[in-house]
């Protein structure tokens, strides 16, 4: 049974930095592609850092570009994702899922619907 548990989120001011988690169980992780994804209030799902667990290689949208790193630690099943010069409009519920990989990381980030697996969510708020 595939389990993605998120932590980390919380309040921090806009410039400011956090670190999220996604701890994952249940599945053989080489053949999933991982990805973060955030939703606001009345705003479609969206922002995707993914990265492959096979080989590393990531991808971002446009609006987190040079700003969010994701990075997987394999001996700890465990997906980060650091985020740095917070914006107020990173304000979101930041959620970890997974995605069998059968095409290049960017293709699956750019489509939510290839990530069957979803964590429960952390809030992230940025304030001004």
């Known amino acids: 049974q595939v389990q993605l548990v998120e932590s980390g989120g919380g309040l921090v001011q806009s410039g400011g930095s956090l670190r999220l988690s996604c701890a994952a169980s249940?599945?053989?992780?080489?053949?999933?592609?991982i990805g973060w994804f955030r939703q606001a209030p009345g705003k479609e799902r969206e922002g995707g850092s993914c990265?492959?667990?096979?080989?590393?290689?990531?991808y971002y949208a446009d609006s987190v570009k040079g700003r969010f790193t994701i990075s997987a630690d394999n001996a700890k099943s465990t997906v980060y994702l650091e985020m740095n010069s917070l914006k107020p409009e990173d304000t979101a519920v930041y959620y970890c899922?997974?995605?069998?990989?059968?095409?290049?990381?960017?293709?699956?980030?750019?489509?939510?619907?290839?990530?069957?697996?979803w964590g429960q969510g952390t809030q992230v708020t940025v304030s001004s």
């Open positions: 899922a997974a995605g069998v990989r059968f095409t290049t990381v960017q293709n699956m980030c750019l489509r939510t619907p290839f990530f069957r697996s």
């Open positions: 990265i492959g667990f096979s080989d590393g290689s990531p």
């Open positions: 249940g599945f053989t992780l080489d053949r999933y592609t």
